[in-house]
Nanobody, 119 residues
Framework: QVQLVESGGGLVQAGETLRLSCAVS????????MGWFRQAPGKERDIVAA?????GTTWSPDSRATISRVNAKNTVYLQMNGLKPEDTAVYYC???????????????WGQGTQVTVAS
């Protein structure tokens, strides 16, 4: 059974840095691209960052986001700097067999972790 479990969410103040973790089990972690997505109320689920199987390629449309992974720990991380109230959302990690940055590219999803940024 594939499981992706996010942690590290919560209430933070604007301007602070947040680090989320996602522990993965039930698949060969190093075979998968990993992504972080977020979804605010009433909005689409959008990608925050992606990282390829080795960690050698990363992508994000937001320069404040840094994605990393430790294959030996089956864990992927997301660091967000300079948080703003508009970053408030449920953050999800996801796994894809090939490289992708679209929601439909991803095969497995976590349950999400709420991040709330107070102004």
């Amino acid at each position: 059974q594939v499981q992706l479990v996010e942690s590290g969410g919560g209430l933070v103040q604007a301007g602070e840095t947040l680090r989320l973790s996602c522990a993965v089990s039930g698949l060969t972690f190093s075979d998968y691209t990993m992504g972080w997505f977020r979804q605010a109320p009433g909005k689409e689920r959008d990608i925050v960052a992606a990282i390829n199987w080795s960690g050698g390629t990363t992508w994000s449309p937001d320069s404040r986001a840094t994605i990393s992974r430790v294959n030996a720990k089956n864990t992927v991380y997301l660091q967000m700097n300079g948080l703003k109230p508009e970053d408030t959302a449920v953050y999800y990690c996801a796994a894809a067999m090939g490289w992708g940055t679209a929601r439909n590219d991803y095969d497995y999803w976590g349950q999400g972790t709420q991040v709330t940024v107070a102004s």
